[in-house]
């Protein structure tokens, strides 16, 4: 019983050492006053309508969306041909793909922005909009390859050959066994990829640097000028975002299965 307590106590602890820094960003973003304050003076709404009514973080946030949702279906499509690739033939040599696929993801980010930087320059490209959502799918690939991996390794193989068995080619057993089998797979793969390239900045700005305005890179370029709510403001809607996406998959999917937690049972 003493221990049972003891874990609860030190569980609840973890957790409000967590939640603190978001709490007290979440006090500072309804600041009346325009300074970064905790505890609040006074309560105020404004600093978030100024995320949507202001015109310069309004174009952030819409830039931030688009690249997120064009460079989370990007890595999606460049992810699912190596997965299923992998998963289907098992070629020996296929292998050093899937880790090409990871490295990205593995480097410190900023050697690969770096990386990034240096090739646009190179091919004359530097600072156009679209390299950053190019930048990102390459960037981000590693997340939706190990989920798709994931979701490829959990489907049952006598299905396939079952299909194979009544004349299917590849093609329609993709399209009719296995793909809505992997969907939760995709739709995850997507969520993260979006979610992490919506809160990106080295990448971001070293590929386009001010000519296109992300929300961190406007962030960053607001602290020039002084502390306000409104950057508060941003992060607690980041978050909040984020907790929607992952939850919206939890609640309709398998979360721990598609973050590999679980095994698949035999």
């Known amino acids: 019983m003493l221990t049972r307590r003891l874990s609860t106590v030190l569980a609840s602890l973890i957790a409000l050492v ?22 609040p003076q006074g309560f105020s709404l404004s600093w978030y309508a100024e995320v949507f009514t202001d015109p310069g973080w309004r174009a952030a946030l819409v830039a931030s969306l688009v690249v ?14 190596l997965a299923w690739f992998l998963w289907r033939w098992r070629a020996p040599w296929a292998r050093a793909f899937e880790v090409l696929g ?15 930087l240096s090739f646009w320059a190179a091919v004359g490209e530097y600072g156009a909009p ?9 960037f981000f690939v590693t997340l939706p390859l190990v989920t798709l991996s994931l979701g490829f390794g959990a489907v049952d193989r006598s299905y396939v050959e079952a299909a194979a068995t009544m004349g299917a080619d590849d093609r329609t057993v ?31 700005y070293m590929v386009v640097g001010f000519t296109l305005e992300t929300l961190p890179i406007k962030i ?22 984020t907790a929607l996406v992952f939850g919206l998959i939890a609640w309709f999917g398998d979360l721990p299965r598609l973050l590999g937690a679980w095994a698949k049972s035999d």
């Open 18 to 39: 967590l939640a603190a820094p978001i709490m007290v960003v979440a006090g500072v973003s309804v600041n009346a006053k325009k300074s970064l304050t905790f505890p």
């Open 68 to 81: 997120a949702t064009l460079s989370a279906a990007l890595a999606v499509l460049i992810a699912f041909p």
């Open 102 to 116: 990871m490295t990205p993801f593995i480097l410190p980010p900023v050697i690969t922005a770096l990386g990034f």
């Open 130 to 138: 679209w390299t950053v959502v190019v930048s990102h799918a390459v």
């Open 174 to 204: 993709l399209r009719t066994v296995v793909m809505p089998l992997v969907r939760p797979y995709v739709i995850s793969g997507f969520a993260f990829a979006f979610v992490l390239s919506l809160n990106e900045y080295i990448v971001a």
């Open 220 to 241: 960053f370029n607001a602290l020039r000028y002084g502390y306000t709510p409104t950057m508060a403001a941003v992060t607690v809607l980041f978050v909040s975002l």
